[in-house]
């Protein structure tokens, strides 16, 4: 799937990819965070300039959960609205696993 932001210069087209590569990123610019897992899921549905994400997380060992994936979700919505422009409805994290 890729992204399109239409303007009067023209248009730019994201794709999944760096779509995944955004909410990647931004998720692991959380203390304790991480993403990057090839069985991990990252899933990102786009509708006109809505989207919403689910992604699965590991999360240190100790850390407050709720806490870290609310950081989660602020983060991947601010990324996405200010390099994409779009509407975020939600962010979906389930935490899979504890690291240590």
Do not use: F, H, W
């Amino acid at each position: 799937m890729t992204y399109v932001v239409r303007t009067d210069d023209g248009s730019i087209a994201v794709t999944d990819a760096a779509l995944t590569n955004i909410v990647v990123q931004s998720a692991e610019s959380v203390d304790g965070a991480r993403v990057r897992r090839a069985r991990r899921k990252v899933g990102i549905e786009i509708d006109g300039r809505r989207a919403r994400v689910e992604l699965e997380l590991a999360v240190a060992y100790g850390k407050v959960l709720p806490d870290v994936a609310q950081d989660v979700q602020l983060r991947v919505t601010d990324a996405l609205t200010r390099m994409c422009g779009l509407d975020v409805s939600g962010v979906d994290v389930t935490v899979e696993e504890l690291e240590r």
